[in-house]
């Protein structure tokens, strides 16, 4: 019996880390460069608390509309107005696309990853759910493109250099309507036009926990537009959830937030490496915006901006290279992660298919976008 416990629990410890090969990942890239720069009191300044505090928020008030069955009426919506299979993706993703303009990539992702979810499976066109789930990422990582919020490292880009607004605006425009183009394209191209039929019966809504989980969402948003403190955003949503829905708070992907974790970790140790920052700076040299493309695929769009951004005064090309540098692999960028960890979630038996998937539509968008920008 002694021996037994102890066995059980390394299989438990074992099966924890296999079903989050994400995390698992992340943290052994931060032990690796943990060994090659040492934990000291620069650590504290690679987490971005007010990201991961507004992740936890999203995450635990989706977890509260799951709870109610929101996503199932959501999704009945989508498809009593779109009707077929083709049209209900391109909305879909549109909506992603334009939600990341206003609430950021990795939160539109949260919000509408889902509804994509929940459109699919009950209308059984399961054989849509890769395809769907990676447009649903490319739109969100290059919908954030066009606003100085949209995606983080436009905030720290925009304010690092005060560029005006309407000259940002300018800049990421021409990619901006390429990618509308191409997600466009796709979705008509690889999506039938399949009438939809919903498999579920109607569900009611609790009218009261829908409003106050729609509070509790307006909230995160408020945090996110740095409205009010993040602070008391961590405070107020989950003692609310906590009297309203503990199974919410129960139910939020912690693993997502390890891996964010362990990923400032590696990236922040990896911009403290000399041998790294002499390598781009000797790229920059050669050109901002493929060297800023290059180095996202390594540490991602977020790390790349912070790291860049100390090299060059280039702003115009440096920012345009980390927004579609965030197409690529799946490390380009952290959205990314949270598209694979809701997927693998769903579907934990297709790691490669969503993966093979996920690098053809990424590098072919990331290459014709890089062409483009690069010819212009």
């Not at 066109?125 to 789930?133: A, D, R, V």
């Not at 940002?168 to 394209?185: H, V, Y």
């Not at 912070?306 to 290279?321: K, R």
């Not at 579609?324 to 952290?334: E, M, P, Y």
């Given at each position: 019996?002694?021996?037994?416990?102890?066995?059980?629990?390394?299989?438990?410890?074992?099966?924890?880390?296999?079903?989050?090969?994400?995390?698992?990942?992340?943290?052994?890239?931060?032990?690796?460069?943990?060994?090659?720069?040492?934990?000291?009191?620069?650590?504290?300044?690679?987490?971005?608390?007010?990201?991961?505090?507004?992740?936890?928020?999203?995450?635990?008030?989706?977890?509260?509309?799951?709870?109610?069955?929101?996503?199932?009426?959501?999704?009945?919506k989508v498809v009593s107005v779109f009707k077929n299979a083709r049209l209900s993706v391109i909305a879909l993703v549109y909506i992603t696309f334009i939600g990341s303009m206003f609430i950021a990539n990795d939160m539109a992702l949260l919000t509408f990853l889902p509804l994509g979810y929940f459109v699919l499976t009950a209308t059984n066109?399961?054989?849509?759910?890769?395809?769907?789930?990676?447009?649903?990422?490319?739109?969100?990582?290059?919908?954030?493109?066009?606003?100085?919020?949209?995606?983080?490292?436009?905030?720290?880009?925009?304010?690092?250099?005060?560029?005006?607004?309407?000259?940002?605006?300018?800049?990421?425009?021409?990619?901006?309507?390429?990618?509308?183009?191409?997600?466009?394209?796709?979705?008509?191209?690889?999506?039938?036009?399949?009438?939809?039929?919903?498999?579920?019966?109607?569900?009611?809504?609790?009218?009261?926990?829908?409003?106050?989980?729609?509070?509790?969402?307006?909230?995160?948003?408020?945090?996110?537009?740095?409205?009010?403190?993040?602070?008391?955003?961590?405070?107020?949503?989950?003692?609310?959830?906590?009297?309203?829905?503990?199974?919410?708070?129960?139910?939020v992907d912690y693993p997502l937030l390890l891996t964010f974790v362990f990923f400032f970790i590696f990236a922040g140790n990896m911009a403290r490496i000399p041998a790294v920052n002499v390598l781009f700076s000797s790229l920059l040299e050669k050109s901002t915006l493929l060297s800023s493309v290059l180095s996202c695929q390594v540490i991602?769009?977020?790390?790349?901006?912070?790291?860049?951004?100390?090299?060059?005064?280039?702003?115009?090309?440096?920012?345009?290279?980390?927004?579609?540098?965030?197409?690529?692999?799946?490390?380009?960028?952290?959205?990314?992660?949270?598209?694979?960890?809701?997927?693998?979630?769903?579907?934990?038996?297709?790691?490669?298919?969503?993966?093979?998937?996920?690098?053809?539509?990424?590098?072919?968008?990331?290459?014709?976008?890089?062409?483009?920008?690069?010819?212009?």
């Amino acid at each position: 019996m002694t021996t037994a416990a102890p066995e059980k629990k390394h299989l438990r410890v074992f099966k924890f880390f296999k079903e989050n090969a994400v995390m698992s990942i992340a943290l052994a890239a931060a032990i690796i460069t943990g060994i090659i720069v040492p934990p000291d009191r620069e650590y504290i300044g690679y987490f971005d608390f007010k990201t991961l505090t507004c992740l936890f928020c999203v995450l635990a008030v989706v977890c509260a509309f799951r709870n109610i069955n929101f996503f199932y009426v959501l999704a009945r919506k989508v498809v009593s107005v779109f009707k077929n299979a083709r049209l209900s993706v391109i909305a879909l993703v549109y909506i992603t696309f334009i939600g990341s303009m206003f609430i950021a990539n990795d939160m539109a992702l949260l919000t509408f990853l889902p509804l994509g979810y929940f459109v699919l499976t009950a209308t059984n066109k399961t054989e849509y759910m890769s395809f769907t789930f990676v447009m649903q990422n490319i739109a969100a990582n290059l919908g954030g493109m066009l606003t100085p919020f949209g995606n983080p490292q436009n905030l720290y880009l925009y304010t690092k250099f005060g560029i005006p607004t309407n000259e940002f605006m300018q800049i990421m425009f021409p990619p901006f309507i390429l990618s509308i183009i191409l997600i466009t394209a796709c979705c008509i191209i690889f999506v039938k036009p399949e009438p939809l039929f919903l498999c579920y019966a109607k569900t009611p809504l609790n009218p009261r926990r829908t409003v106050l989980y729609s509070i509790l969402f307006v909230l995160s948003i408020v945090i996110v537009f740095r409205v009010i403190p993040y602070q008391l955003g961590l405070v107020i949503i989950p003692a609310v959830l906590l009297f309203a829905d503990r199974k919410a708070l129960k139910a939020v992907d912690y693993p997502l937030l390890l891996t964010f974790v362990f990923f400032f970790i590696f990236a922040g140790n990896m911009a403290r490496i000399p041998a790294v920052n002499v390598l781009f700076s000797s790229l920059l040299e050669k050109s901002t915006l493929l060297s800023s493309v290059l180095s996202c695929q390594v540490i991602s769009n977020v790390p790349s901006a912070i790291l860049l951004s100390q090299f060059t005064e280039d702003y115009a090309n440096l920012l345009v290279g980390v927004n579609i540098g965030g197409a690529g692999t799946l490390i380009a960028s952290l959205a990314s992660l949270i598209t694979f960890r809701e997927y693998l979630k769903h579907n934990p038996g297709k790691t490669r298919h969503y993966i093979i998937i996920f690098s053809v539509f990424n590098f072919a968008f990331l290459g014709i976008l890089t062409v483009f920008m690069y010819i212009i």
